[in-house]
């Protein structure tokens, strides 16, 4: 290989590693990748300069002193951080070491490897696109070093990344799948999620902007829910302590009993553990594979410690309330209230005592709540010490934070006894995929009161801003449009129907390429007659996949074989096609002399340069070491660039 094409393919590999690791930006220590790049551009600027390599010394304290820092940041080098972080480290030493062929190569073989870690971060259709781009950049980088000409080297990559991609689709789904998604791997740590956190605090924010991140996905089979029914729980807080509410977590072995007959609704939902609970629509009353209905309607995976996204299968019936036997200590337990916020609990008393039904006494509660006053806004005041007298009796405004704390703390001062359930309410129902999309901004707080032996919900927030509920989050933006408009501002009719076909897109890419999992796999496998997922019969569906594939392609490349010209053959008729074009009679079987002879014709210049082609062509073709590569490449420039004046015709 030529000094100068190593040179230039040295180049694209570099090229082709920024690429490649430019989205870990978003995922490491921002100092990590900077060091990489950093790297990456001292090996360019060699190459660039013509420069040896850095002293051994120089390369090792370069290199050990931003792993001694990585350490000392993330206190591990393994796992999906460090174990990324150190790699990108390494292969950014490994780059001021390369020297030879060989050493690129290897150089582009650990690029591969590295192409592959941002997807243990997130596995969107943006990052498959990125992917994609970042395996044509180092492809071709594969190519020029190859020695294949820069000019065709796109068009070569491009074909190689073409006829590998039937064989990529067999292997992904025939291989063996490990029991979870593609490209899980669990987090070091549980931080807080987007929407929902593992406490509430009402009071404690002060101006609340919604989010348009999407959480979860659901898609149900036949009719579809109101939006109103669309109450989608995920974690019980029942411990209050005056101005924080926390989740007990009780875990009592026994099951509850829906009221009514209603249908149950069957749907399917995509999502992530919140703090180790998963999103459904209450009340259930059966779950699928991989999760289990627990206490206090909550459900979770039947592998707890996996927070990966995972696709389960619930059946609801959107019911408001479900019986729950309660014995005498559960019922103190949820009564418990500390001696704060007297002023509440004062209002809560004075209606227990004029209302000594339960039932009545919690419609004498909502109807109270709904006579105060009270204002729902994304901009409320910060609310210190007694939190729940501030805001029903001072502010008066809040979100569904205050509500829910408000009207729970109320209940159980009335003798009722009541916990608050958080998760999302509603959602955007997307027409042409037919599924629901729920976003950050649906997260949402209600209570529920124990009465007359069953939990019944009471949503605070719709006694004083239905709209909430019956159109959803986006009906109360408005008032932060001035400060946030994007937020805020209802986007064009365009702009909606771009956001729906690319929920459309990520649904399909998390649904049929990310959620392919062993169970999918082993449905795919019983559909086609394979039986269980064995290794057997692993073999008969690789075989059979390869044989669609490689037997079109084998005859393709043996029919190509026979039709396809030699480079000496190209470079031939290319210049026949120049004479013609110069008006010269030239037959497909004239030979160089022939040639020679209808060239009498030309100008005296055009008859040099023809002469001298053909003698470089002839030397080539016959010599005894024949050409190289290079050789016929630079022939076929040189013919591409004759060009004879037309006979008759002076230049």
Same mark, same amino acid.
């Given at each position: 290989?030529?000094?100068?094409?190593? &040179?230039?393919?040295?180049? +694209?590999?570099?090229?082709?590693?920024?690429?490649?690791?430019?989205?870990?930006?978003?995922?490491?220590?921002?100092?990590?990748?900077?060091?990489?790049?950093?790297?990456?551009?001292?090996?360019?600027?060699?190459?660039?300069?013509?420069?040896?390599?850095?002293?051994?010394?120089?390369?090792?304290?370069?290199?050990?002193?931003?792993?001694?820092?990585?350490?000392?940041?993330?206190?591990?080098?393994?796992?999906?951080?460090? =174990? /990324?972080?150190?790699?990108?480290?390494?292969?950014?030493? $490994?780059?001021?070491?390369?020297?030879?062929?060989?050493?690129?190569?290897?150089?582009?073989?650990?690029?591969?490897?590295?192409?592959?870690?941002?997807?243990?971060?997130?596995?969107?259709?943006?990052? +498959?696109?990125?992917?994609?781009?970042?395996?044509?950049?180092?492809?071709?980088?594969?190519?020029?070093?190859?020695?294949?000409?820069?000019?065709?080297?796109?068009?070569?990559?491009?074909?190689?990344?073409?006829?590998?991609?039937?064989?990529?689709?067999?292997?992904?789904?025939?291989?063996?799948?490990?029991?979870?998604?593609?490209?899980?791997?669990?987090?070091?740590?549980?931080? @807080?999620?987007?929407?929902?956190?593992?406490?509430?605090?009402?009071?404690?924010?002060? $101006?609340?902007?919604?989010?348009?991140?999407?959480?979860?996905?659901?898609?149900? &089979?036949?009719?579809?829910?109101?939006?109103?029914?669309?109450?989608?729980?995920?974690?019980?807080?029942?411990?209050?302590?005056?101005?924080?509410?926390?989740?007990?977590?009780?875990?009592l072995p026994r099951g509850v009993a829906l009221s009514g007959e209603a249908q149950p609704l069957r749907y399917d939902v995509v999502a992530e553990p919140f703090q180790g609970y998963l999103p459904m629509l209450e009340q259930g009353v059966e779950a699928g594979e991989g999760v289990v209905l627990g206490y206090q %309607?909550?459900?979770?995976?039947?592998?707890?410690?996996?927070?990966?996204?995972?696709?389960?299968?619930?059946?609801?019936?959107?019911?408001?309330?479900?019986?729950?036997?309660?014995?005498?200590?559960?019922?103190?337990?949820?009564?418990?209230?500390? #001696?704060?916020?007297?002023?509440?609990?004062?209002?809560?008393?004075?209606?227990?005592?004029?209302?000594?039904?339960?039932?009545?006494?919690?419609?004498?509660? %909502?109807?109270?709540?709904?006579?105060?006053?009270?204002?729902?806004?994304?901009?409320?005041?910060?609310?210190?010490?007694?939190?729940?007298?501030?805001?029903?009796?001072?502010?008066?405004?809040?979100?569904?934070?205050?509500?829910?704390?408000?009207?729970?703390?109320?209940?159980?001062? @009335?003798?009722?006894?009541?916990? /608050?359930?958080?998760?999302?309410?509603?959602?955007?129902?997307?027409?042409?995929?037919?599924?629901?999309?729920?976003?950050?901004?649906?997260?949402? @707080?209600?209570?529920?009161?124990?009465?007359?032996?069953?939990?019944? *919900?009471?949503?605070?927030?719709?006694?004083?801003?239905?709209?909430?509920?019956?159109? =959803?989050?986006?009906?109360?933006?408005?008032?932060? #449009?001035?400060?946030?408009?994007? /937020?805020?501002?209802?986007?064009?009719?365009?702009?909606?129907?771009?956001?729906? %076909?690319?929920?459309?897109?990520?649904?399909?890419?998390?649904?049929?390429?990310?959620?392919?999992?062993?169970?999918?796999?082993? $449905?795919?496998?019983?559909?086609?007659?394979?039986?269980?997922?064995?290794? !057997?019969?692993?073999?008969?569906?690789?075989?059979?996949?390869?044989?669609?594939?490689?037997?079109?392609?084998?005859?393709?490349?043996?029919?190509?074989?026979? /039709?396809? &010209?030699?480079?000496?053959?190209?470079?031939?008729?290319?210049?026949?096609?120049?004479?013609?074009?110069?008006?010269?009679?030239?037959?497909?079987?004239?030979?160089?002399?022939?040639?020679?002879?209808? #060239?009498?014709?030309?100008?005296?210049?055009?008859?040099?340069?023809?002469? !001298?082609?053909?003698?470089?062509?002839?030397?080539?073709?016959?010599?005894?070491?024949?050409?190289?590569?290079? +050789?016929?490449?630079?022939?076929?420039?040189?013919?591409?660039?004759?060009?004879?004046?037309?006979?008759? &015709?002076? *230049?």
């Amino acid at each position: 290989m030529l000094a100068d094409e190593l &040179r230039l393919a040295s180049f +694209a590999v570099l090229a082709a590693l920024a690429l490649v690791a430019l989205p870990l930006f978003l995922h490491l220590p921002g100092w990590v990748p900077l060091v990489f790049a950093l790297l990456l551009a001292w090996r360019a600027t060699l190459v660039w300069q013509r420069q040896p390599l850095p002293r051994r010394l120089w390369l090792m304290l370069g290199l050990l002193l931003p792993i001694a820092a990585l350490w000392l940041n993330l206190r591990t080098l393994v796992g999906r951080e460090g =174990g /990324v972080a150190f790699l990108l480290l390494l292969v950014g030493g $490994k780059a001021l070491e390369t020297a030879s062929l060989r050493d690129w190569r290897v150089l582009l073989a650990l690029g591969f490897f590295l192409a592959a870690t941002p997807l243990l971060f997130d596995q969107s259709p943006l990052s +498959a696109i990125w992917l994609l781009l970042s395996l044509f950049a180092l492809t071709w980088a594969m190519v020029l070093l190859s020695g294949e000409d820069a000019r065709l080297s796109p068009a070569v990559t491009a074909r190689a990344l073409l006829l590998s991609f039937p064989l990529m689709v067999v292997l992904f789904v025939v291989m063996p799948r490990l029991p979870g998604p593609l490209w899980s791997m669990p987090t070091e740590q549980q931080g @807080a999620t987007t929407g929902l956190a593992d406490s509430m605090s009402p009071g404690a924010i002060g $101006k609340m902007i919604p989010s348009r991140e999407p959480v979860f996905t659901a898609e149900f &089979r036949g009719s579809q829910p109101r939006v109103s029914q669309l109450y989608w729980r995920v974690m019980v807080f029942d411990q209050f302590d005056g101005t924080r509410w926390t989740a007990a977590n009780l875990a009592l072995p026994r099951g509850v009993a829906l009221s009514g007959e209603a249908q149950p609704l069957r749907y399917d939902v995509v999502a992530e553990p919140f703090q180790g609970y998963l999103p459904m629509l209450e009340q259930g009353v059966e779950a699928g594979e991989g999760v289990v209905l627990g206490y206090q %309607q909550k459900l979770r995976r039947v592998d707890a410690a996996n927070t990966a996204r995972l696709r389960y299968s619930v059946q609801s019936v959107a019911s408001s309330q479900y019986r729950d036997a309660l014995d005498e200590r559960e019922q103190a337990f949820y009564l418990q209230l500390p #001696a704060d916020n007297p002023r509440t609990i004062q209002a809560g008393q004075a209606l227990a005592g004029r209302h000594p039904l339960p039932a009545a006494r919690l419609q004498a509660l %909502q109807l109270w709540l709904a006579e105060q006053g009270l204002r729902y806004t994304l901009n409320p005041p910060t609310l210190a010490g007694n939190v729940v007298d501030g805001f029903l009796f001072d502010s008066r405004q809040g979100f569904c934070e205050h509500f829910s704390s408000a009207f729970t703390v109320l209940a159980r001062a @009335a003798g009722l006894p009541a916990r /608050v359930v958080v998760g999302f309410q509603g959602g955007e129902f997307n027409t042409q995929g037919r599924f629901w999309q729920i976003r950050s901004s649906d997260a949402h @707080a209600w209570s529920e009161v124990w009465v007359d032996g069953s939990w019944r *919900r009471v949503d605070a927030t719709a006694l004083v801003a239905p709209q909430r509920v019956d159109a =959803g989050i986006d009906s109360t933006l408005g008032e932060v #449009a001035p400060r946030m408009p994007l /937020v805020g501002g209802r986007p064009p009719g365009w702009a909606q129907w771009v956001g729906q %076909q690319w929920q459309l897109a990520n649904f399909s890419w998390q649904r049929w390429v990310v959620g392919y999992d062993a169970a999918s796999q082993q $449905k795919l496998f019983q559909q086609l007659g394979l039986g269980e997922v064995s290794a !057997a019969n692993v073999v008969k569906a690789l075989l059979g996949g390869m044989a669609l594939v490689l037997l079109p392609l084998a005859a393709y490349v043996l029919y190509g074989r026979r /039709v396809r &010209r030699s480079v000496a053959q190209q470079v031939w008729q290319a210049l026949g096609q120049r004479l013609r074009g110069a008006g010269l009679a030239i037959a497909p079987g004239d030979t160089a002399a022939e040639l020679q002879a209808h #060239a009498a014709r030309l100008a005296e210049d055009d008859q040099q340069a023809l002469a !001298a082609l053909l003698q470089q062509w002839q030397r080539l073709q016959y010599g005894p070491q024949g050409g190289d590569d290079a +050789a016929w490449r630079h022939l076929w420039r040189q013919v591409r660039a004759f060009r004879p004046a037309k006979v008759g &015709r002076q *230049r």
